[in-house]
C-alpha cells in the first residue's frame, strides 16, 4: 500500500516537471524496498532532465538488471548507449583552462581530495564552477594518469600525496593551502545542486556563524552534514575516516541547500572504510565513534550480524562513563541479547529497551539499528526502534553529535508502518509507553 502511493506521487511529480521532489519521493521508497524497477526508471528520467547523466545512467542501469519492463517499453541499451554519449560531449563542451578555473582571490575555496575517479572527478569540480572558487586539489593516485591533468586544470598547485589510509592528514593539507576565508569540501563523486549556488554566496557574504550544514542525497538517505566552515580558529580534521570537523558552536542547517552524492560501488568503498575502521579499533577498542561506523559500514554491505555487534559495543562504550551505568548496562544488555538470539522473551526485550532508551540519546543510532533489525527480519524490535529514534530527535545537539527533528520524526514514521504489516502484532502498549517515557 505505501509502494503504491509512492508511486503514485512519484508519476505526478514527474509529469508536472518536479524532478528534484519526484527523485526524493523515489529514494524514500527504495528505502522501504530496493527492488522495485519503476523507481529506478523515474529516477534515470528525473535524471536526464536535469541533465546529470551519470546519475541517470547508474539508475537505468540498475533498472536493468531488475528485470524487463512489464510493457517493453524502454530499451535500457538504447538508453544507456546515448548516455554515455551525453557523457563524453559533456567533458568536451564544459571544460575549463586554468586561467579561468583557480580564482586565489575568492572568498570561498572548495577543498577536494581524489584518486582514481577521473569520469566523476569533472563533474564534482564542474558543480562549484559558479561559486568562481579556488579549488585547493589533493591528488593521491598515479601522477601519469589523465586524472592528474584534470586536476591540474582546475588547481594548477594540485598537491600530490602518497595516500595513508587517513582521511583528516588528506583533508588537513587541502586547509593549510587553502588562502580562501570559508571552505567548502567535496568528494569526486558528489555534485552541489546548482540552485544552491546563490545560497552558498550568500551565507559566505553575510552569516557570522562559522558553521553549515548542507543536505546530501546519498542514494536511499537524506541527511544533513557540515559542509560548510570558516578557515579561523586553525579548524583540523579529525578521525581516520568518516572524519569531521569538531564544531565549537552548533551549526546552521540549510535544507535547501543540496549536495548530491552518485557513490557507484558501495561494497568497494565500505570494505576500504571497515579496513580503516579495524586498523583503528587495534589502537583503541573502546573508541565508540568507529563502532559506530562499522556498524554502518555492515549494515551498507548487508552484513547484520556484524553491523549488530559493533552496535552493542558502541552503545556499551558510549554509556560506561561510570561504574553504576556500566553495570545497569550490562544487566539490560544480557536481556537484548536473548531476546535477539531467542525471540521468545519480549518482556526482556522490552524492559531493555526501555532502559536502554534512557543512556543513548544519539538519534542516528536508534535508526541504525531499526534498519539492522528490519533488514534481519525482526520486525517487531525494528518497530520500538524506530520509535526511540523519533524520541531522540529531540535532541538537536549532543557533545559531538547533530541529530535533526524532522529527519527523525518523518522517515522512521513510514519504516514503522512497514514493520506493522509485517509483524501483525499490536503495538498499542509499546506506543503508550513510549509516548509517556521520561526522557532524561
Known amino acids: 500500500m505505501i509502494e503504491k502511493e509512492f508511486e503514485q506521487i512519484a508519476k505526478t511529480q514527474f509529469h508536472n516537471k518536479q524532478f528534484q521532489k519526484c527523485i526524493q519521493t523515489c529514494y524514500k521508497c527504495i528505502s522501504i524496498n530496493p527492488a522495485l524497477q519503476w523507481t529506478y526508471d523515474l529516477l534515470g528520467y ?7 547523466h551519470s546519475q541517470s545512467k547508474g539508475c537505468f542501469a540498475v533498472a536493468k538488471t531488475l528485470g524487463s519492463n512489464e510493457q517493453k517499453v524502454i530499451n535500457y541499451d538504447k538508453l544507456l548507449e546515448l548516455l554515455t554519449d551525453k557523457e563524453k560531449q559533456y567533458r568536451i563542451d564544459k571544460r575549463l583552462t586554468p586561467e579561468k578555473s583557480n580564482n586565489p582571490s575568492s572568498k570561498i575555496a572548495i577543498n577536494l581530495i581524489t584518486k582514481n575517479d577521473e569520469p566523476r572527478l569533472e563533474k564534482a569540480l564542474e558543480s562549484a564552477k559558479d561559486l568562481n572558487p579556488e579549488y585547493i586539489i589533493i591528488y593521491t593516485g598515479d601522477i601519469k594518469a589523465k586524472e592528474y591533468e584534470i586536476c591540474r586544470w582546475y588547481d594548477p598547485k594540485c598537491t600530490y600525496t602518497e595516500w595513508k589510509d587517513h582521511f583528516s592528514e588528506i583533508r588537513n593539507l587541502a586547509i593549510e593551502r587553502t588562502t580562501a576565508d570559508w571552505i567548502i569540501w567535496l568528494d569526486s563523486d558528489e555534485e552541489i545542486e546548482q540552485s544552491s549556488i546563490p545560497k552558498i554566496l550568500e551565507i559566505a557574504k553575510t ?18 552534514q557540515m559542509r560548510m566552515f570558516h578557515k579561523s580558529g586553525n579548524k583540523k580534521w579529525e578521525f581516520a575516516v568518516h572524519e569531521r570537523i569538531v564544531p565549537t558552536t552548533l551549526p546552521e542547517n540549510h535544507s535547501d541547500i543540496h549536495i548530491i552524492h552518485n557513490i557507484q560501488n558501495v561494497q568497494k568503498s565500505s570494505a576500504r572504510n571497515i579496513n580503516i575502521i579495524n586498523r583503528e579499533l587495534e589502537k583503541d577498542p573502546s573508541n565508540f565513534d568507529y563502532h559506530f561506523y562499522a556498524a554502518v559500514e555492515y549494515h551498507l554491505i548487508n552484513q547484520q550480524m556484524k553491523a549488530l555487534s559493533h552496535a552493542e559495543k558502541f552503545l556499551f562504550n558510549y554509556t560506561t562513563k561510570n561504574n553504576d551505568v556500566k553495570k545497569m548496562y550490562m544487566r539490560y544488555l544480557k536481556a537484548w541479547i536473548c531476546a535477539f538470539h531467542l525471540n521468545n522473551q519480549q518482556k526482556s ?3 531493555a529497551f526501555g532502559q536502554l532508551v534512557h543512556n543513548c540519546n544519539i538519534a542516528e543510532f536508534w535508526s541504525l539499528l531499526g534498519d ?10 525494528a518497530y520500538r526502534l524506530f520509535e526511540n529514534a523519533i524520541i531522540m530527535g529531540q535532541y538537536k545537539y549532543d557533545g559531538l553529535w547533530a541529530t535533526d527533528l524532522d529527519k527523525y520524526d518523518k522517515y522512521p514514521k513510514i519504516k514503522m508502518e512497514y514493520c506493522k504489516t509485517k509483524a501483525g502484532v499490536d503495538y498499542t502498549q509499546f506506543e503508550t509507553e513510549i509516548n509517556t517515557a521520561i526522557i532524561p
Not at 373 to 381: A, E, I, S, T, V
Open 349 to 351: 526485550a522490552e524492559i
Open 372 to 381: 539492522i533489525y528490519l533488514n534481519l527480519g525482526k520486525f517487531d524490535h
Open 46 to 52: 528525473s535524471y536526464m532532465n536535469l541533465s546529470m
Open 207 to 224: 552569516s557570522s556563524n562559522p558553521y553549515h550544514k548542507f543536505e546530501l542525497i546519498h542514494s536511499s538517505i537524506k541527511m544533513k
